[in-house]
Nanobody, 124 residues
């Protein structure tokens, strides 16, 4: 069983930055891609960013491209999301998730383990 625990959320003013982290249990972390998703109140959960199993490839939603950066440290079983130039529309609960394979995937159904989420609130 894999457990994912997010941290780093909080309240920030528009234009500010936050860094989210996700710690994973287990010995197979380096074999799978990882992703970040978010869900705002009343909206569906949406893809934010993903990184391949070795970190060589990344992908981003158009809405965050150029502002967010995903990275991973396979030695520490962690994946991070650096969020800069935050906007009020970035307000959501952010989830990390493990992909079902090593290459990048974007669909929710392609992820099998999920964290409990961390709240990010951006004030205007």
């Amino acid at each position: 069983q894999v457990q994912l625990v997010e941290s780093g959320g909080g309240l920030v003013q528009a234009g500010g930055s936050l860094r989210l982290s996700c710690a994973a249990s287990g010995r197979t972390f380096s074999m799978y891609s990882m992703g970040w998703f978010r869900q705002a109140p009343g909206k569906e959960r949406e893809f934010v960013a993903a990184i391949s199993f070795r970190g060589g490839s990344t992908a981003y939603a158009d809405s965050v491209k150029g502002r967010f950066t995903i990275s991973r440290d396979n030695a520490k079983n962690t994946v991070s999301l650096q969020m800069n130039s935050l906007k009020p529309e970035d307000t959501a609960v952010y989830y990390c998730a493990r992909g079902r394979r090593g290459t990048i995937v974007r669909d929710l159904d392609d992820y099998d383990y999920w964290g409990q989420g961390t709240q990010v609130t951006v004030s205007s």
